[in-house]
Structure formats: structure tokens, C-alpha cells
């Protein structure tokens, strides 16, 4: 079982900016894939930002040159760096790990439980 724990959300200006945080524990061999998705109430959960376990990252089209994805393997944590803040970016935003547990398991993927980001105009 793997637990993943955000914290960072909360209400900001537009403009502004929030780092958030995600802590990975549990039975945790090696993490593959972290990332960023977020959802609007009533609309699909969409990707924001994701990392590999070698520091590649994507984002989506609609958070470039502001967001930031970073990671700590050691700590098995991931962290979103959220600049010029938009109302459009007002999401629950929540954290995925993609791990296996021992060498020979498959990958599996884990969520958060999420963390409101409000960003006001």
C-alpha cells in the first residue's frame, strides 16, 4: 500500500503564486512517473505537469513558462511550483506516482487525495 500526501493548495490572488507538495510512503521499490493532474467540478480530470524518475518533464500547453515540476527521489516527493496564477487554474489539483513495490511487481499507479487551489480575479 502507497500513500500519497499533498499539501500547498489554498486561495491566492491572480498573479500570485503556490508551491504544492506531494509525499509518497509505503512499500515503495522505485517510483517511475510523478505528476500533476487537476479537475474542475463536473469536467475530466486533466494532466497539468509529470516527471520521470530521470527528470524529463512534460506540462500542459496551458500552464507552460509558468508552472514548474520538480522531484526529490530520495524523498520520494514531487513538488508543483505554480506562478501568475490564473482563475482558469482553479482546480482541485492532485498528485499521481506511478511504483512498484519490489523489483519483479509491476507498476501500479497511486493518487492523492487532492488539495483545492482557488486563484481569484
Not at 15 to 30: T, V, W
Not at 112 to 117: D, I, L, S
Amino acid at each position: 500500500q502507497v500513500q500519497l500526501v499533498e499539501s500547498g493548495g489554498g486561495l491566492v490572488q491572480a498573479g500570485g503564486s503556490l508551491r504544492l507538495s506531494c509525499a509518497a510512503s509505503g512499500r515503495i521499490f522505485r517510483i517511475n512517473l510523478m505528476g500533476w493532474y487537476r479537475q474542475v467540478l463536473g469536467q475530466q480530470r486533466e494532466l497539468v505537469a509529470r516527471i520521470t524518475s530521470d527528470s524529463s518533464t512534460y506540462y500542459a500547453d496551458s500552464v507552460k513558462g509558468r508552472f514548474t515540476i520538480s522531484r526529490d527521489n530520495a524523498k520520494n516527493a514531487v513538488y508543483l511550483q505554480m506562478n501568475s496564477l490564473k482563475p482558469e487554474d482553479t482546480a482541485v489539483y492532485y498528485c499521481y506516482a506511478n511504483h512498484r513495490g519490489t523489483s519483479w511487481s509491476p507498476y501500479t499507479d497511486s493518487w492523492g487525495q487532492g488539495t483545492q487551489v482557488t486563484v481569484s480575479s
